[in-house]
T-cell receptor
Framework: EAGVVQSPRYKIIEKKQPVAFWCNPI?????LYWYRQNLGQGPELLIR????????DSQLPKDRFSAERLKGVDSTLKIQPAELGDSAVYLC????????????FGPGTRLTVL | DAKTTQPPSMDCAEGRAANLPCNHS???????VYWYRQIHSQGPQYIIH???NNETNEMASLIITEDRKSSTLILPHATLRDTAVYYC?????????????FGTGTSLTVIP
């Protein structure tokens, strides 16, 4: 069974440019998470979806970040415009349902903003 | 707002038990303790979780103190592949559901 797929794995952009990250969760997993991981730190939750609904986006910087999960499967996280401080690894995770103990993480997208 | 405290780094000899401590002194009665690990350039991987009782699975054992203010993850026979950052996490219930709070983790190096 395939794990969580993310693309691209690496992205380098100049500040003020837009960028998008894509995530395909494990088949059948209703809950999808986007995390941001700064260098030397643990992941921090940005947004959590239950099917198509964003049920927790309190940590998402809404002035420049947006996310969507159409049809309750794949998800896209966008930053527009990117700032230098957005350089980080963006991780996607999924679980069978909210409260299910194990979250399965993808390999992440490493973003570098110049 | 990490709710756990871990030593930043530890070494362990290959084949020996690795004991990774974690303090979570503000944990509430219904909050679970989780352990994940992250190998370089990969996403975190689930290891084990517990609430009150000690737990064991094929990867590790989790020992939780009676007052639940601290726990220890035990890798019984560490191998070179166990070199990773280990995160002790408290799962907190919020009004929108459960949320993981990762700390900065312990970087474990298994030495040949």
């Amino acid at each position: 069974e395939a794990g969580v797929v993310q693309s691209p794995r690496y992205k380098i952009i100049e500040k003020k440019q837009p960028v998008a990250f894509w995530c395909n969760p494990i088949s059948g997993h209703n809950t999808l998470y986007w995390y941001r991981q700064n260098l030397g730190q643990g992941p921090e939750l940005l947004i959590r979806y239950e099917n198509e609904e964003a049920v927790d986006d309190s940590q998402l910087p809404k002035d420049r970040f947006s996310a969507e999960r159409l049809k309750g499967v794949d998800s896209t996280l966008k930053i527009q415009p990117a700032e230098l401080g957005d350089s980080a690894v963006y991780l996607c995770a999924s679980s069978f349902q909210q409260g299910f103990h194990e979250q399965f993480f993808g390999p992440g997208t490493r973003l570098t903003v110049l | 707002d990490a709710k756990t405290t871990q030593p930043p780094s530890m070494d362990c000899a290959e084949g020996r038990a690795a004991n990774l401590p974690c303090n979570h002194s503000t944990i509430s009665g219904n909050e679970y303790v989780y352990w994940y690990r992250q190998i370089h350039s990969q996403g975190p991987q689930y290891i084990i979780h517990g609430l009150k009782n000690n737990e064991t699975n094929e990867m590790a054992s989790l020992i939780i103190t009676e007052d639940r203010k601290s726990s220890t993850l035990i890798l019984p026979h560490a191998t070179l592949r166990d070199t990773a950052v280990y995160y002790c996490i408290v799962r907190v219930g919020t009004n929108t559901g459960n949320q993981f709070y990762f700390g900065t983790g312990t970087s474990l190096t298994v030495i040949p």
